[in-house]
């Protein structure tokens, strides 16, 4: 069993309009697992059925081979993007109460917020009320009590909104402990290079269907496209160029560098290969700049959504 | 995974701790009574008020009617005219001046009657001077008829009927009116219990959606259990001030009447004069003795658990219908057109209670009303101090049941699918297709 979640062909409808229709995702165990999709695609849906909050008209979901119980609830931490806390409740209280929740015992709940609180350095805010704390204080408080039970399953959603940079720094390279520990996590967001940074799976949602999963570098690879960026230097750059342009398909490409006289993206055929290209220009020019045009996840989020 | 208990504790205790909370819990108490005081207070100081009046009585055999009262000093007039009198009258500052013309004609002399005075008189006055004068009038008209008064006065007679029901209990009216007052005060306190604490859940469902916590705290409780346990604990919280209130405003009125009580009994108010004459009278402790028995009388088991039954069945019904409104919506101010529908049948129910079981305690309407799931609760309330079969209290409260059954499902649907809903505010016919969802 090498998946912890799997939705199989899951569909939600409220009214006449289709939320999700025939979703279906395999989340590996261990891994970050990247739910991306534009807004009003239908991630929020999945996420709340996973939770149990919404029930699907079709279609099941196992955890870790057993479909979602109510138990389940337990073993998911679930951080939405529409968050907040009981106002007018001291940190401490509301730490404890939604712990409890949780199914966490009163002095195990104390125990571990006791270890989170000291972890990211907010010790003293116990008897804090959440309206004294600021924005990403209370986001603090918030991630402490998803990951507080331990769950196998984290589902966050945009996670870092509210967090300046050294917070949300922090906060990653907490997600990134807790997988390392063996948790799972689910992870939506609008921001692709989090994605590019932690993501080891993602699937992409748009208008209700999924149109994209995978590995992040398998789907790389299959939106690669045999491109190479070159920068030359050479005091002959329009001979070289054309020389370059008459073997192979040519694109003006645009990166900073110091003094390259030629700057050029190279796309190869099929039967090509980028040392074919190397040993080209080695005999025409002085290299220095050669790189392979990986996609981004923003350049697939992007192609894919407008193509579809 | 049962989470109710831990719920309704973090509800009570956010509620009994919330300042607000604490502040109208001591307050209210101290406000009432200050209330009280202070009408008391102003209505004898009302009374204290002396007042002058004159009588310029032409035909003179008017004038003998008039006794000087307390408050209200009479000054006969003579030799005097219209004109001169009223002068008199305003140079004096009295309050007013009775005329009454002279006439052949006992009916010109009756319609002649005139009250001239700065400000207009209130209703009391004029007609305690309309029955001193018909009175005399109608003593003059039979006399003149050659009828003795005195026969008339010596053959008034006064009939109290003693009631008795077929299986020998005495009853009297003391006892209707005892019955109406225990049933009123049931029917009324679930009314207002209902109105306070069922807004007060509102608020609080609705605090859960502005404050957006309502996703985290679904992710870990099935919404029925939020939304039991938010009633729950409110309902607790409710009884907590309401025992407070209770126990507050009666000390606060014990001392109250400790400190007024011996200045009221020197005041010696009408009312009060005839309390103590009435007290003095051996038929009035009879009655006192009767009205004990009437309360002893009362079904009092029956009441109380029928009280405890139809109070937490009415309460729970109404409740979740506010729970259900406060998801539905964002904002207090949007929770309007929703409460309508909420309001109508409960006062709708005070109504039928307060008008119809009065007249006839088991007719029609009160019965009928007693049965529907709605007005129940109150309308059953107040009937059964009457004294109302078991089996209709069984099948009222079984249908009762039945329903909040029923509203607890229907505000489920709505809550699950209404607190997760944010912007714009739903339609009746959205909600319909949320129970759908």
Redesign the interface.
Known sequence: MNNLLVADSVSKNFGNFTALNNVSISVPKGSIFGLLGPNGAGKTTLIRIINQITMPDTGQVMLDGEPLMPEHIQNIGYLPEERGLYKSMKVGEQALYLAQLKGLTKQEAKKRLKYWFEKLDIGDWWNKKIQELSKGQAQKIQFIVTVLHQPKLLIFDEPFSGFDPINANLIKDEILQLRDEGATVIFSTHRMESVEELCDHIALIHKSNKVLDGKLTDIKRQYKTNTFEVGLQTDTVESVTNAIKEKFEVMPATFKNLNDDVKLNVKLKAQENSNDLLKFLTSKAEVHHFVEVIPSANDIFIQTVKNN | ?N?LP??IK?EYL?KVK?KSFIVMTFVSPLIMVALIAVVAYLSQLNNDKDRHISILDETGVLSEVFVDKEHTKYTILTDTNLETAKELIKSNEDFGLLYIEKSENPEEVISSVRFYSDESPSLSIISSLERKIEKKLEDAKLQKNGVDIEKIEASKTNVTIAQETFTGEKTSKIDSVLKLAFGGAAGYLLFMFIIIYGNMIMRSVI??KT???I????????PVQLMLGKIIGTSLAGITQFAIWVVLGGVLMLVLSMIFGVDMAQMQTPQQEMMNQAMQNPDVANEMQLAWQSFLNLPLVNLVIAFMFFFIGGYLLYSSLYAAVGAAVDNETDTQQFMLPIIMPLVLAVYVGIFTVIEDPHGTVSTVFSFIPFTSPVVMLMRIPFGVPIWQQILSFAILAFTFIFTVWFAAKIYRVGI?M?GKKPSYKELY?WI??
């Open positions: 995974m989470h831990l719920i973090r956010t919330n605090e859960e404050s957006r916590i996703e985290i705290i679904i992710s870990s409780v099935k997760l944010y297709k759908k969802y």
